[in-house]
């Protein structure tokens, strides 16, 4: 339990870009209980955009885990790491909290030399050895349950705020981009289709299947997201939007956008369909509407927080637990959702037109 309020706190959690969004509350749990203290954030620099405009936040802390990521097969990269480390402990924090658990994140924790560091007794690959204080994790518990009992067990009241904010430049981008294709002000709807992982993803042909009747919905506009190199994963979603005629806007974006333009995206979306991915949890952020599709992952621990009621899960009659990372898989649970299910969930949960914040 903390008995003297620290007066420099870091929170470490580098990725991944949905997790990071999760992590928020945390950020904000500790600003209520310390409102003069300095509170930074170690964060992947691919991913820093998602919290760098946070108002609770004193300092984003990139880390190029890319330029380290080799560091056994170059000594620059090995030095370049060693005087990255020497700079967060020259920092002096009081307080370090450790959300990712892993054995990167208990590295970057021990290394700050912290009085405080705290993390999960069951933290993976031995990342509990960078931390002085551990508690333990409720098993079975959402992720961002799981993260927060490290601040409830500091003794914190808890704070489930999960609001993001977008940069104002991103935000001017979006509304720039809209204006000149002619979609000022219309409702969008946001379409995540792609995974890194193919027993994650809904097929094409069941993406494909929901053009025509959102454009009956009012969503006239549509945008497909994803990560450089997935543009394999929506070509066929393009053909078919194309072959809807004028009717229905396919602005396809995958790969052609970072992080904070993402934000600025899903900001003002009307809706938000995706698979088990970070887009989820940004709408979440910004209170979009949303739609969850999930297969081998379950909502109850990784889906969006407070937004059960936009959740899809596909079953099957005996099923067994499965490995999302199993190759075997395949779409073989995902293609089970039915295209007339999302559609429904669509209806139901409605589509909100509200202000968002702006940085």
Not at 276 to 291: N, T, Y
Request: with cysteine.
């Amino acid at each position: 339990m903390i008995m003297t309020p620290p007066s420099r706190i870091l929170i470490v959690r580098p990725s991944a870009l949905g997790d990071v969004c999760r992590t928020v509350p945390v950020l904000a749990t500790l600003r209520r209980a310390w409102p003069e203290a300095a509170i930074d954030w170690v964060v992947q620099s691919e991913f820093a955009a998602a919290i760098a405009c946070h108002p609770a936040l004193n300092e984003t802390i990139r880390f190029p885990r890319h330029d380290f990521g080799r560091w056994w097969r170059s000594p620059s990269a090995v030095l370049g790491l060693l005087r990255w480390l020497d700079d967060l402990r020259r920092r002096r924090y009081d307080l370090v909290f450790d959300c990712q658990g892993l054995g990167r994140s208990g590295v970057i924790t021990w290394a700050t030399r912290a009085g405080r560091r705290v993390g999960h007794r069951s933290a993976r690959e031995l990342g509990w050895l960078g931390c002085n204080v551990r508690h333990p994790a409720p098993p079975g518990a959402h992720t961002v349950r799981r993260m927060m009992s490290l601040a409830e067990g500091e003794g914190l009241e808890p704070v489930y705020d999960m609001r993001l904010y977008a940069a104002a430049e991103d935000l001017a981008w979006w509304a720039g981009f809209r204006r000149e294709r002619g979609a000022a002000g219309a409702p969008y709807a946001v379409l995540a289709p792609t995974s890194r992982w193919p027993s994650k993803r809904w097929p094409q042909s069941h993406w494909s299947a929901l053009l025509g009747p959102l454009r009956e919905r009012g969503f006239g506009h549509v945008v497909l997201i994803g990560a450089p190199g997935e543009h394999d994963q929506v070509a066929g979603i393009v053909r078919a939007g194309e072959g809807l005629g004028p009717d229905v806007m396919i602005t396809d974006l995958v790969g052609r956008t970072g992080v904070g333009r993402i934000l600025a995206i899903i900001a003002g979306a009307d809706l938000v369909i995706a698979n088990d991915s970070a887009p989820l949890h940004v709408a979440v952020g910004f209170a979009r509407p949303c739609i969850g599709l999930y297969g081998p992952t379950d909502p109850a621990r990784v889906g969006p927080w407070g937004a059960q009621d936009g959740v899809l899960r596909a079953t099957s009659a005996g099923r067994r637990p499965v490995n999302f990372k199993d190759p075997r898989l395949g779409d073989s649970l995902m293609r089970l959702i039915d295209p007339a299910e999302v559609l429904d969930r669509v209806d139901r949960i409605g589509h909100a037109r509200d202000p968002v914040e702006v940085s």
